[in-house]
């Protein structure tokens, strides 16, 4: 399965647009990206998913690359809510396989 | 609608015991999945399912086994526990294939195993 390398965290200011980035370099012309997220204590909620072009949804929007290499989950006004860790997978074959994501802390 | 319900949310289980971990769907879905989530870790695709009578292995499915009789329950059974097995455990349902759609997570089910 191919793989996603995502930072391991990231700060943003609460009410600023958060650009959360993941690189996917061996992605092929059929995978799908997906973006959860995890709330502290809660199972995974889905976010966005895209194959080739850009995406937007009441959540966030989902930036893609022209070669489908690396994807942006870009978050328009961050809340104290949205801190989660946020996990950017890569699908084929009807199976999500997560990775480690990235934990987004958003200050007052 | 309950959405994915899991059963028990707790439990404290002594090595060598066995328990069944129950995840239910009131959506009509077809794909079911089992995962677990080690602390400070991502999850790990244990089992999964496309309907009733059909199930398939994932990344992690040494000590676990699952069943589908029906399209609303996918049962987990540990029939050895291990320490190794200490993790929470999540359950999720999808309409489709997950490559198209949205995965719905239960709340999870922590395991401890003494």
């Known amino acids: 399965d191919a793989k996603t390398t995502q930072p391991n965290s990231m700060e943003s200011n609460e009410e600023e647009p958060v650009h959360l980035p993941c690189n996917h370099s061996t992605i092929s012309g059929t995978d799908y990206i997906h973006w959860y997220r995890q709330l502290p204590s809660q199972g995974p909620e889905y976010v966005i998913h895209g194959l080739t072009s850009n995406v937007n949804n009441r959540m966030a929007s989902l930036a893609i690359a022209e070669d489908r290499k690396s994807s942006t989950l870009i978050l328009h006004r961050a809340t104290l809510r949205d801190a989660a860790v946020y996990y950017c997978i890569l699908s084929l074959g009807g199976k999500l396989i997560f990775g480690q994501g990235t934990e987004l802390s958003v200050k007052p | 609608n309950a959405g994915v319900t899991q059963t028990p949310k707790f439990r404290i289980l002594k090595i060598g015991q066995s328990m069944t971990l129950q995840c239910a769907q009131d959506m009509n879905h077809n794909y079911m999945y089992w995962y677990r989530q080690d602390p400070g870790m991502g999850l790990k695709l244990i089992y999964y399912s496309v309907g009733a009578g059909i199930t398939d292995k994932g990344e992690v499915p040494n000590g676990y086994n699952v069943s589908r009789s029906t399209t609303e329950d996918f049962p987990l059974r540990l029939e050895l526990a291990a320490p190794s097995q200490t993790s929470v455990y999540f359950c999720?349902?999808?309409?489709?294939?997950?490559?198209?759609?949205?995965?719905?997570f239960g709340q999870g089910t922590r395991l401890t195993v003494v």
């Open positions: 999720a349902s999808s309409p489709n294939r997950v490559d198209y759609t949205e995965a719905f």
